[in-house]
């Protein structure tokens, strides 16, 4: 392999590996963007019924109705499909070429000449159009020739193939099985058969798919089907064999075909041919089919057209509509003038269609007058192999090296650039509802006398009660008693050392001793069991964590259970415990810093294992390590029955010893939890103008704290509506939903 190739193919490799973490980073933005729909889905939901609800005040109900939830949702599921689309672009595994034209333009012999295949495989016919099925052609490095053949489920059948017919033809409710789509078809409405293309359509469905249903129907839901004979598979993917006869029906009932195979250009790298059936003939759902494909499966569009040797032109009837269709895949997502070219497929005096290079050259040079845009138009005989490969594949796969990864930067940012605005629509709808519940309580706000006086009674109710759980806390510590919470793990870890100590019986003893760590040697088997024991107890009693962390919930618990008695902080979220804390030091406001600071510092506090107890407990484990241990084997001949003796009696000594220790040490969180919330008190209480920020925080709380007093008027849906538009906004924040560094 030369150096250009290495250089090509190791770029398209890295390209295609770089393309996985976004993919990944976009399911993430995909989950939680469902997540957000949910929310704005209940909101909605609350939305509608406040406004039929008889209680509710005729200015909150119009309010109610000023919020833009059908836009939301709308724009919602469009950022849906352009993620999943761009998902499935850094999703594939090679960069995709896919072929696009009218039948009859060569789209065929141009596959046939890059892949190497044989008209057996990829079928080309003079009667009109011959593939029937959409394929996708990998290289196959191996050599061997074969493909896959997927088939459609009746359920994918109908809905994906024949349900089309009945919505554009108007024939009524779709088949629900195939036993109803068996049955006569009902006839083409008078409505529609006024229209020639209407009655071709319905001919189609009818002479195509009804009347060969016997020839196909068995192949439905059949599951994936192998075949290794290249002969073989033009069955499954043409309409016709080589002669011309309309003889194959399988093609009907596939859904896609994977074909592998030897590409006679040693410089493609990871990249793949997709090869769509030509455009033109009458079946329905074909341009939406195409859309689908080139939107979510193809990196670069080769437009295929044979200008007529008699003389020919860009037409408006075949080649603007088709590049408007290839437009509509990824629409201004990505400009389709820069991931496409024409291919005009040049044919010499000596075919059967004559020479065409005069109207070659004329129509790349009046393709500027059509709005028909690409990166550039080539000139190549299709038919050869040499200049399909040099002078079409070349130069298409250098391109797509030199600025594929510009192209998913530019189609990523604008997925990116839409998200970003989404959200901005979402916060401009959400911040109408957080206020409109909120109408009408200047009046409140006014009567700061009243706040004053319910802020006295509050704070000298909070103080001397948080006074009192520490003098609790200072008590329990001074007295070292002991935690129930860390005891009970302690037990449990013991328990488990017990009941799976990992002493080995006699007969493993002498496996281990033959074996090849063993070395024949009792003395080294021993050895291997101590070091065994000494991990599986460390192990076991690391699960003591879980105690540490049962202790630390207990105490901000506790915390919690005040500020929500005494303080009436319960009526600002439905959180307790940790994530009552937690919630507290990620919304208070900045400006009350010292109580911010107060709730973080109590938040964060942990305790763990490896901190406090592990340094301590491998103390207790020497016993158990071979050079440290001080229950030998015996030095002359020592035997099975004495490994196991001593393993035994050390594990019991072992266990006995740590519980121990652990146990006259399980004061010591309790003393922990004591200065975590010591120092949260003197925060939230001694620091300096702290009652100052007290006030100011309650203040700006006060209808949710004293509702009753500051707004007996609000109606009680009002808390819930507020409690779902900040779940809204949560689920809304910008890091959810940015899958671009």
């Given amino acids: 392999m030369n150096a250009k190739t290495q250089t090509r193919s190791v770029r398209i490799a890295s390209i295609i590996e770089k393309r996985k973490p976004l993919a990944q980073r976009i399911e993430k933005v995909e989950t939680n963007l469902q997540s957000l729909a949910s929310e704005m889905g209940q909101l909605e939901n609350s939305r509608n019924q406040l406004i039929t609800a008889a209680n509710t005040e005729p200015r909150i109900a119009d309010a109610l109705r000023q919020i833009d939830f059908s836009r939301i949702n709308l724009s919602i599921f469009t950022e849906l499909e352009n993620l999943k689309k761009l998902k499935a672009r850094f999703n594939r595994?090679?960069?995709?070429?896919?072929?696009?034209?009218?039948?009859?333009?060569?789209?065929?012999?141009?596959?046939?000449?890059?892949?190497?295949?044989?008209?057996?495989?990829?079928?080309?016919?003079?009667?009109?159009?011959?593939?029937?099925?959409?394929?996708?052609?990998?290289?196959?490095?191996?050599?061997?020739?074969?493909?896959?053949?997927?088939?459609?489920?009746?359920?994918?059948?109908?809905?994906?193939?024949?349900?089309?017919?009945?919505?554009?033809?108007?024939?009524?409710?779709?088949?629900?099985?195939?036993?109803?789509?068996?049955?006569?078809?009902?006839?083409?409405?008078?409505?529609?058969?006024?229209?020639?293309?209407?009655?071709?359509?319905?001919?189609?469905?009818?002479?195509?798919?009804?009347?060969?249903?016997?020839?196909?129907?068995?192949?439905?839901?059949?599951?994936?089907?192998?075949?290794?004979?290249?002969?073989?598979?033009?069955?499954?993917?043409?309409?016709?064999?080589?002669?011309?006869?309309?003889?194959?029906?399988?093609?009907?009932?596939?859904?896609?075909?994977?074909?592998?195979?030897?590409?006679?250009?040693?410089?493609?790298?990871?990249?793949?041919?997709?090869?769509?059936?030509?455009?033109?003939?009458?079946?329905?759902?074909?341009?939406?089919?195409?859309?689908?494909?080139?939107?979510?499966?193809?990196?670069?569009?080769?437009?295929?057209?044979?200008?007529?040797?008699?003389?020919?032109?860009?037409?408006?009837?075949?080649?603007?509509?088709?590049?408007?269709?290839?437009?509509?895949?990824?629409?201004?997502?990505?400009?389709?003038?820069?991931?496409?070219?024409?291919?005009?497929?040049?044919?010499?005096?000596?075919?059967?269609?004559?020479?065409?290079?005069?109207?070659?050259?004329?129509?790349?040079?009046?393709?500027?007058?059509y709005p028909i845009k690409v990166i550039n138009v080539i000139t190549a005989d299709c038919s050869n192999s040499e200049e399909a490969n040099t002078k079409i594949l070349d130069r298409v796969l250098d391109y797509l090296t030199n600025n594929i990864e510009n192209l998913d930067k530019e189609y990523a940012t604008f997925c990116q650039n839409g998200l970003n605005q989404l959200q901005?629509?979402?916060?401009?709808?959400?911040?109408?509802?957080?206020?409109?519940?909120?109408?009408?309580?200047?009046?409140?706000?006014?009567?700061?006398?009243?706040?004053?006086?319910?802020?006295?009674?509050?704070?000298?109710?909070?103080?001397?009660?948080?006074?009192?759980?520490?003098?609790?806390?200072?008590?329990?510590?001074?007295?070292?008693?002991?935690?129930?919470?860390?005891?009970?793990?302690?037990?449990?870890?013991?328990?488990?050392?017990?009941?799976?100590?990992?002493?080995?019986?006699?007969?493993?003893?002498?496996?281990?001793?033959?074996?090849?760590?063993?070395?024949?040697?009792?003395?080294?088997?021993?050895?291997?069991?101590?070091?065994?024991?000494?991990?599986?107890?460390?192990?076991?009693?690391?699960?003591?964590?879980?105690?540490?962390?049962?202790?630390?919930?207990?105490?901000?618990?506790?915390?919690?259970?005040?500020?929500?008695?005494?303080?009436?902080?319960?009526?600002?979220t439905e959180l307790r415990g940790s994530e009552f804390i937690q919630f507290m030091a990620e919304n208070m406001p900045d400006s009350c810093n010292r109580l911010k600071k107060g709730f973080q510092i109590l938040s964060k506090f942990d305790l763990s294992y490896s901190g406090l107890f592990q340094h301590r407990i491998r103390q207790q484990l020497d016993p158990v390590t071979p050079d440290k241990t001080d229950v030998p084997l015996p030095s002359d001949s020592p035997t099975a029955e004495d490994v196991l003796e001593r393993l035994t009696v050390l594990h019991q000594r072992v266990v006995y010893d740590c519980e121990n220790a652990l146990s006259g040490m399980s004061w010591e969180p309790g003393l922990a939890a004591f200065g975590m919330v010591e120092e949260f008190i003197d925060q939230v209480l001694r620091s300096e103008d702290v009652e100052d920020e007290w006030i100011d925080f309650l203040e700006g709380e006060k209808e949710r704290v004293w509702p009753d007093i500051f707004d007996p008027k609000r109606p009680k849906p009002g808390q819930e509506w507020q409690n779902l538009v900040e779940r809204a906004t949560m689920a809304n924040q910008g890091n959810l939903i940015q899958f671009l560094n």
């Fill in 424 to 572: 901005i629509q979402i916060s401009s709808e959400l911040d109408k509802a957080r206020q409109i519940f909120n109408q009408g309580r200047a009046t409140n706000q006014g009567n700061f006398a009243e706040f004053r006086k319910l802020f006295r009674t509050l704070w000298n109710n909070l103080v001397p009660q948080l006074i009192e759980l520490l003098d609790s806390l200072r008590q329990e510590s001074d007295a070292q008693e002991v935690n129930t919470a860390f005891q009970g793990q302690v037990n449990l870890a013991g328990q488990a050392c017990t009941e799976d100590s990992g002493i080995p019986t006699i007969e493993e003893i002498e496996i281990m001793r033959i074996s090849p760590k063993g070395q024949q040697s009792y003395q080294n088997t021993y050895n291997i069991y101590l070091n065994q024991m000494r991990t599986n107890l460390s192990q076991k009693f690391a699960s003591i964590d879980v105690g540490l962390k049962e202790l630390i919930e207990q105490t901000k618990s506790r915390v919690t259970n005040v500020l929500v008695d005494a303080g009436r902080l319960g009526n600002i």
């Fill in 93 to 369: 595994q090679n960069l995709n070429l896919g072929v696009v034209g009218i039948a009859r333009q060569g789209k065929s012999r141009l596959l046939r000449s890059l892949s190497g295949l044989s008209s057996a495989v990829i079928p080309d016919g003079h009667l009109g159009h011959c593939t029937g099925v959409c394929s996708t052609i990998y290289p196959n490095e191996n050599g061997d020739t074969y493909a896959e053949i997927g088939f459609h489920t009746e359920q994918s059948f109908l809905k994906e193939v024949i349900a089309p017919y009945y919505k554009e033809l108007d024939l009524g409710e779709a088949p629900r099985n195939m036993q109803d789509f068996a049955a006569s078809l009902p006839p083409l409405p008078s409505s529609k058969a006024g229209v020639p293309t209407n009655q071709a359509k319905y001919d189609y469905l009818v002479q195509k798919y009804h009347d060969n249903l016997r020839e196909y129907y068995r192949l439905l839901g059949q599951p994936s089907l192998t075949v290794n004979d290249p002969e073989q598979i033009r069955q499954y993917v043409a309409q016709d064999n080589t002669s011309g006869d309309r003889v194959f029906f399988n093609y009907l009932a596939v859904k896609q075909v994977t074909i592998f195979c030897p590409f006679p250009n040693p410089d493609t790298g990871k990249i793949a041919l997709v090869d769509m059936p030509g455009l033109g003939d009458t079946g329905v759902g074909a341009e939406e089919q195409l859309i689908k494909t080139l939107g979510e499966s193809v990196d670069v569009v080769l437009f295929m057209r044979l200008p007529k040797s008699t003389g020919d032109a860009w037409s408006i009837y075949t080649d603007i509509p088709l590049y408007e269709i290839a437009q509509n895949a990824l629409k201004d997502r990505l400009p389709i003038e820069k991931w496409s070219f024409m291919i005009l497929n040049r044919t010499s005096a000596s075919s059967e269609k004559g020479d065409n290079s005069a109207q070659c050259q004329f129509m790349e040079e009046t393709l500027p007058n």
